[in-house]
C-alpha cells in the first residue's frame, strides 16, 4: 500500500518542481501570448517573476500584454524594467515608444522611434510607430506616407498592408482601401487576421454576404478566433438571422460565460423575435456581468418600459440605480447631470414620489415654478399626495395668479412653443462588434432629452434603420423643418456619437456634430452634450401670442434664451423660412416690421414693448419672433478632449494587427 502512495508524491513533486521553473513557466506564457490569451500569459510570466525576478524576457512579455490590454500604465512599468537589462535592445525601445503613444506622450515616443531609425534606418517597426503619431494626431495621409515607405523595403508586409487597408477607408479613400486588403489576401492568405480585416471593410461597405464569407474564411484557418465570431454575429444580425445570432452567441457564451457583448446580442435577437421575457432574462445577465456597461442597461430599461406595467416592481427596481446617480450628482452640484438621472428614474418608473420632489427642487431652485408645479399636481393625481405636497400646490397656485400667462390670460395646455421640427432617425453599423443598434438606442434617449425642450418638436423614428433616402423621403413627406441620422462608432474606451443634420425640403447638409467621450459615463454624457450642441445651433424662433397697444407676449422665456447681446425680431407671419442649406432661418427685409424689447421674463413667456419698422405699427398676434445676433459665434460642431480621442477606434484597430 505504501509504495503507490509514494509513486504518486514522487510524481507530484516531481511535476511541481517543473511547474516552478521559470524557463518552463516563460514558455508556457508565451504559448499563451502566442494565442493571444492575455491574462493566462501574465499569470505564467508573474508565477516566473517569482521564481526570478531578474528575468528580462518575462518583463519583456508582461509589458506586451498589458499593452495588447490597453493597460498601458502597467505595461510602461514593465517595459521600464526590461530596458534596465537591454536599454538599446531596438524591440524594447519600439515597445517603450508604442506605450508611450498609448499615454499621449507623444514627444518622448517620437524620440525613441527617431532614435532607433537613426541606428537601425530600415527597422519596420519604428517607422510603425511613426505612424501611429501621425493617426493619433489625425495626419492619416502622412501616416499612409510612413507606411508606404516600408512597403517599398518589403513589398509584401501584412502589417503595412492591413494598415494601409484600414488608414486609407478611414480617410475616404474606399478604393485604394480595397486594393491593399487584396493585396493582403493574395499574399497571405493563410492568415486567419487578413480575412478578419477584409470582412470587417465590407461589413463597414454594407458589403454583408462578402464579410461573411471572408469571415468563415478566417474560422476555417482559426477554429477558436473569438473576434471573428463577434463580428459574424454582427453580420448575421443585419441580415435579420435572428436565430442563427441566437446560436453562434450561445455558443460563445458556452466558452466563456462573461462576455458581456455576447449577452447583448442575444438580447437584442430575442428582442427582434418577440422573446420579451426571455430577451429582459438575458440582458439581465448580461448587466450582471458588466454592470457599467450603460447600452446594455439602457437597452433593460426599454425592453422593461415596452414590455412591462408602469408599477411593475421590477421597473421600480432598475430606476434605482438612476435614482441613487442623481442623488451623488445633486450632492455635488452637478446640477445638468442630477436633471438627466431624474428624468431617466422617472421614466422608467413614474410612481417614484421620492425622486420626483426632489428633481422638482431642482426645478424650483433653477427658477421654473410652473414646472415644479407640474410635478406637485402629477404626484397628486396619482394619489400618493402628503400635506408638504399638497402645501405647495396651493401657494404656487396662488404664486401663479400674478404670472404672465395669467395676466394675459393665456391656457399653458394650449400653448404650442415648437417652431422648429426635427425628425430623428438611425442608421445601423454592421461592423459594431460591441453594442450592435446602438445607434436606435441613443436616438431614443435623444429624442427623451429633447421632450423636456418645449421650442424643438423632434418626431422619433426608432422602428428601424434607415437609408438618407429613407429619412429624406419621409421627413419631407411629414412637413418637418430637418431631419437627423444618428451614427455610432466605438471601442472598450471610447465612444463617438455623429448626428448629420439635414434640410427636409431639400435633402442639403444643414450640420453635422460630433462627439467624443471616454471613461465613465461616456454614452449618457456623450448623449447629453449632443443634445446640448444640437439645441444650441439651433435658431431660436417664436411668436408673437398677443399685443395690447404697443405692450406684447411672446412665447419666448428665460428658459429658451436670457436675450444678453440679441435683437428680438418681429416678421411677418409665415414668411420666416428654413435655409436651404446649413442652419438659420432667412427673411426677406421688407418683412421685418419691428423689434420687441422684454420687460419681464418667466419659464416660457415674456412680456414686453413692441417698437416698430417704418411709419406704420403693422406687428399683429401671430406673427413670428426670431432672436437675432450682430455678433453671431459659430457654435461648436465637434467636441473632444484631444485629436487622439478623435482616432482612437482606428488606432486600436492598428494595434491589433500582429
Known amino acids: 500500500m505504501k509504495k503507490p502512495f509514494f509513486g504518486f508524491m514522487f510524481i507530484a513533486l516531481f511535476s511541481a518542481s517543473l511547474f516552478c521553473n521559470p524557463a518552463d513557466l516563460y514558455q508556457k506564457g508565451a504559448e499563451y501570448q502566442a494565442n493571444e490569451d492575455w491574462y493566462g500569459a501574465i499569470e505564467m510570466y508573474q508565477s516566473a517573476l517569482k521564481e526570478n525576478p531578474s528575468y528580462n524576457l518575462v518583463y519583456q512579455g508582461l509589458a506586451e500584454c498589458f499593452y495588447a490590454l490597453d493597460e498601458y500604465d502597467q505595461a510602461l512599468s514593465f517595459v521600464e524594467s526590461a530596458r534596465k537589462y537591454k536599454k538599446d535592445d531596438p524591440d524594447l525601445q519600439n515597445l517603450h515608444g508604442f506605450i508611450l ?60 498592408l492591413l494598415s494601409l487597408a484600414l488608414v486609407s477607408y478611414e480617410a475616404g479613400n474606399v478604393k485604394q482601401a480595397e486594393d491593399y486588403i487584396n493585396r493582403a489576401l493574395k499574399y497571405h492568405g493563410d492568415n486567419p487576421q487578413v480575412h478578419y480585416f477584409a470582412a470587417y471593410l465590407h461589413s463597414l461597405d454594407g458589403k454583408l454576404e462578402e464579410a461573411e464569407g471572408r469571415i468563415y474564411s478566417a474560422l476555417k484557418l482559426k477554429e477558436d478566433y473569438d473576434e471573428a465570431y463577434a463580428l459574424l454575429a454582427s453580420v448575421l444580425y443585419a441580415q435579420k438571422r435572428y436565430e442563427e445570432v441566437i446560436k453562434i452567441s450561445d455558443m460563445r457564451i458556452s466558452k466563456k460565460r462573461d462576455r458581456a457583448d455576447a449577452w447583448y446580442l442575444k438580447t437584442l435577437s430575442l428582442r427582434q423575435l418577440a422573446r420579451y421575457g426571455e430577451a429582459i432574462n438575458a440582458a439581465k445577465v448580461g448587466l450582471s456581468l458588466d454592470a457599467d456597461d450603460e447600452i446594455m442597461r439602457c437597452l433593460l430599461e426599454e425592453l422593461a418600459i415596452e414590455n412591462l406595467n408602469f408599477e411593475d416592481s421590477f421597473r ?30 422617472l421614466k422608467i418608473y413614474p410612481y417614484d414620489v421620492e425622486s420626483r420632489e426632489a428633481y422638482a427642487g431642482i426645478l424650483l431652485r433653477l427658477g421654473y415654478p410652473e414646472r415644479y408645479l407640474e410635478q406637485m399636481l402629477f404626484i397628486q393625481s396619482i394619489v400618493k399626495s402628503n400635506t408638504k405636497v399638497n402645501d405647495a400646490v396651493e401657494a404656487y397656485e396662488k404664486h401663479l395668479l400674478s404670472s404672465i400667462q395669467s395676466k394675459w390670460r393665456i391656457d399653458p395646455l394650449y400653448l404650442d412653443k415648437a417652431h422648429i421640427s426635427i425628425g430623428l432617425f438611425y442608421t445601423m453599423e454592421s461592423s459594431n462588434v460591441l453594442h450592435p443598434e446602438a445607434e436606435r438606442i441613443t436616438q431614443i434617449l435623444t429624442s427623451d432629452i429633447f421632450s423636456y425642450n418645449p421650442r ?70 456623450g448623449i447629453r452634450r449632443l443634445s446640448s450642441m444640437l439645441n444650441e445651433a439651433m435658431p431660436i424662433v417664436g411668436k408673437l401670442i398677443n399685443r395690447y397697444q404697443n405692450e406684447a407676449v411672446i412665447d419666448i422665456g428665460k428658459h429658451d434664451s436670457d436675450f444678453k447681446d440679441l435683437k428680438i425680431a418681429v416678421i411677418r407671419k409665415d414668411r420666416l423660412v428654413i435655409e436651404k442649406e446649413g442652419l438659420g432661418m432667412v427673411f426677406d427685409p421688407s418683412d421685418l416690421l419691428g ?42 460642431a465637434e467636441d473632444y478632449t ?5 482616432n482612437s477606434l482606428l488606432l486600436l484597430l492598428l494595434r491589433r494587427i500582429r
Open 101 to 160: 503613444v498609448g499615454l499621449g506622450k507623444i514627444d518622448a515616443a517620437k524620440t525613441l522611434f527617431n532614435g532607433v531609425l537613426k541606428k537601425y534606418p530600415n527597422n519596420p517597426e519604428a517607422r510603425f510607430g511613426l505612424a501611429e503619431i501621425e493617426v493619433s494626431q489625425g495626419k492619416l495621409y502622412l501616416a499612409s506616407e510612413m507606411y508606404k515607405q516600408n512597403l517599398q523595403r518589403q513589398g509584401e508586409n501584412r502589417k503595412d
Open 595 to 636: 423689434y420687441f424689447e422684454p420687460s419681464k421674463s418667466e419659464e416660457n413667456l415674456s412680456e414686453g414693448i413692441l417698437k416698430r419698422n417704418g411709419y406704420y405699427d403693422r406687428m399683429n398676434a401671430g406673427d413670428s419672433i426670431i432672436l437675432v445676433s450682430e455678433n453671431a459665434k459659430e457654435k461648436a
Open 456 to 525: 424643438i418638436k423632434i418626431t422619433s423614428y426608432s422602428d428601424k434603420p434607415v437609408t438618407y433616402r429613407e429619412a429624406s423621403k419621409k421627413s419631407r413627406t411629414a412637413n418637418e423643418d430637418y431631419f437627423g441620422i444618428i451614427r455610432l462608432k466605438e471601442n472598450r474606451r471610447d465612444i463617438q456619437i455623429i448626428l448629420e443634420l439635414y434640410v427636409s425640403r431639400t435633402g442639403s447638409p444643414a450640420k453635422t456634430f460630433t462627439v467624443y467621450r471616454s471613461g465613465n459615463d461616456r454614452f449618457s454624457n
Open 642 to 646: 484631444n485629436s487622439y480621442q478623435k
Open 316 to 345: 421600480m427596481e432598475l430606476s434605482k440605480y438612476h435614482a441613487q446617480k442623481a442623488l451623488g450628482f445633486f450632492r455635488r452640484n452637478m446640477t445638468e447631470q442630477a436633471l438627466y438621472e431624474y428624468r431617466r428614474t
